[in-house]
């Protein structure tokens, strides 16, 4: 399998479309996502080692493929932790702002939960910080587009 998948990587720099498209959409989806830039040193040093003997065709492919596979675990961790919650018929999108505030140990701004929950409109978002706010549930830090709020413990 390790083989093989070497291989499909190895495949990108081959001129048939779907593979060089399926490639290119997959890598901009990472860059994106500020996977690879969080993880530059390792990507660079992967790089790095997969290139020694290749002008004697016998360099490994397997340190860019490992740092791939723990790009792609990242990217489905994050994923799994930003559907956390929905997967409930009884969840709905207000629960869903407030499981945010339980999850994070960090103040979360407005843009920060549209980001993890791009199907919540903004305006269900501050309706429902202002609700939390009422509630006493959590609490404002600083004043307008820079305020971010936090979980009362």
């Known amino acids: ?14 001129n048939d479309g779907k593979r060089e498209s399926s490639c290119l959409i997959l890598l901009v989806f990472c860059i994106k996502k500020k ?6 040193e390792g990507y660079y040093d992967a790089l790095q080692r997969a290139s020694e003997s290749w002008h004697e065709n016998a ?18 961790t994050e994923l799994e932790e930003r559907l956390k919650g929905t997967g409930t018929h009884t969840s709905g999108k207000s629960d869903r702002v407030r499981l945010l505030f339980e999850t ?4 979360l701004r407005k843009s920060d939960i549209a980001e993890r929950c791009p199907d919540i409109s903004l305006t269900t978002i501050e309706r429902t910080l202002k609700a939390m706010l009422d509630a006493g549930l959590i609490s404002r830090i600083g ?3 820079s305020s971010a709020y ?3 413990d």
Do not use: W
């Not at 994070?104 to 103040?107: A, D, E, Q, T, W």
């Open 1 to 14: 399998m390790f083989q093989s998948l070497t291989l499909s990587l190895s495949s990108c720099h081959l």
């Open 143 to 145: 004043k307008g587009r």
């Open 35 to 40: 996977l690879i830039e969080s993880a530059k």
């Open 150 to 152: 936090v979980r009362k």
């Open 104 to 107: 994070s140990l960090n103040p």
């Open 59 to 76: 360099n490994d492919y397997s340190p860019s493929l490992r740092y791939f596979l723990g790009i792609l675990i990242k990217a489905y």
